[in-house]
Structures are given as C-alpha cells and as structure tokens.
C-alpha cells in the first residue's frame, strides 16, 4: 500500500512547550514536500504548558503572514484541547473559536480538573474496564459538545473503550490519531476503528521543529493493518474540518 502524506495536523511551538517558533515548524513542512501543517499547541486550561489566552490572537496574525509569505503551504492554527471532567468538559472556548482552522482534543495528565482526580487516576486502577467505558462517554460527550475534529492519542494516559469510542467517532465525524510520539493506538485498535467506520489521521505531535512530519512509526503500524489511505486525513485532497471558521473558507 502506498501512502502519500500530505499534512501533518499536530505540531507544538514556543507558545506552549515546544523548541521552535511556528515559521521553524512550516519551513521543516515545506522540506519535507507536505501541503498543509497544523500548529496545534496545548490548550489554556492546562496549568504547567498551555498556551496564554492573550497569545493565540498573535499566533492568528502570525499564521495568516506565514500563509502570504509561503504560498505553497496551507498553515492551519489549531489547539490541542484538554478533556478536563469525565462529562466531557474541555478548554476550547467559545470566544476563541473564530481563531481556529482545526480543532484537536485528547487527555493529558495535569490537563484535567484537579477534583476528577479520583475519577481519573485512582478509579481505573481498581476497574480498569469499566472507566475504560466510561471515558468512552466521555470523549463523546465531547465529541457532540464541540467541534472537535481530531482525538489525539487515544488510550495515552488513560484507558478508553477503542471499540466504543471509533464507533461515538465515526457518528461524530472525527479522526482518531496514530500519533507518531506515543504510539498509543495498537494494531488491533486500529483495525477495530477502521472496521467500526471511523477515520483516522497519523501526526508527528513534534515538540521540536525537525520532528515536524516525522510519520513512520505510525505509517508503519497503518500499513500493517491495512488502512486505505482514503481512511486517512491527512491523505484526502480537501479534509472537511468541523469548525465553522474552516468551513466558511
Ligand atoms: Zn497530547
Ligand atoms: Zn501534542
């Protein structure tokens, strides 16, 4: 099966706690032969590495230069937002959303609300398949509360019912990620997204720019489990992202 990739939709810059500033990041996509990059730093909400609300504008402006200065690049501002409660709740904000191209969400450890840290590291040691469900509803309820466009490492960090979550995915219109640092989706994931209709992306998540379309470790695992590429977003010609912002383009 061959693959051509064509973007890489989740990068980190300065603004939350990457190395390198977002031009770093779009000249590594652009050696690399990629059409589109998505800029995707940490969501406000969390407290050691999220971005400062006062800096996404400025990352805004700095996104739509880069845009003029680099025609052959599709530069996209996006967020990689914190599923904060077990009812779903995130930092993407509604104030915020006109400033978003592409909207990314996943669980980080700290990312959360301090008060659900029982629900989310204590309960699941005791039973591990019942949260695993539970955090399931979770990300759906998220998925049906905002425009969310991509799951980010699913099963990294915590333990998510796969089966259940492709399926709430593909009924939501989202991706899930083969991300290429964590690698937290494995063969038999993958194969059970696909199988429940789900689309899937694969992203470097580079916190460093010449990490920036670093994909084989996960080109290698979507190969194995025969994805078609037309499975994949960062594959298609147009991807559709849910975000009105992107869609009134
Ligand atoms: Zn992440
Ligand atoms: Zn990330």
Redesign the pocket.
């Given at each position: 099966m061959d693959y051509i990739t064509k973007s890489d939709l989740?990068t980190h810059t300065i603004f939350s706690h990457g190395k390198d500033d977002i031009e770093g990041n779009v000249k590594v996509a652009l050696e690399k032969g990629l059409t589109t990059i998505a800029i995707t730093d940490?969501g406000p909400g969390h407290p050691l590495y999220g971005v400062k609300r006062d800096n996404i504008k400025v990352m805004r402006d700095e996104i739509d230069r880069l845009n003029d200065k680099y025609k052959e690049i599709n530069i996209l501002l996006g967020i990689?937002a914190n599923l904060m409660t077990i009812d779903g709740e995130t930092d993407i904000e509604e104030d915020y959303l006109k400033y978003y191209d592409i909207v990314?969400m996943?669980?980080?450890k700290l990312?959360f609300k301090l008060k659900y840290l029982p629900h989310f590291i204590i309960a699941p040691i005791f039973s591990k398949e019942k949260w695993a469900e539970k955090f399931a509803y979770s990300y759906k309820k998220a998925m049906e509360r905002y425009p969310i466009d991509i799951i980010?490492?699913p099963g990294?960090g915590i333990n998510v019912n796969i089966q259940m979550l492709s399926q709430f995915a593909k009924e939501n219109n989202v991706a899930l990620e083969v991300?290429n640092s964590?690698m937290s989706m494995s063969l038999e994931d993958i194969i059970t997204a696909v199988k429940n209709g789900a689309m899937l992306t694969v992203n470097s998540?580079a916190h460093i720019s010449s990490n920036v379309g670093n994909l084989s470790r996960g080109l290698d695992i979507l190969k194995k489990a025969q994805v078609p590429s037309e499975k994949i977003i960062n594959m298609l010609n147009k991807p559709v992202f849910r975000n009105n912002r992107r869609n009134a383009l």
């Open positions: 989740h940490h990689e990314l996943g669980y980080h990312g980010t490492h990294y991300n964590h998540d």
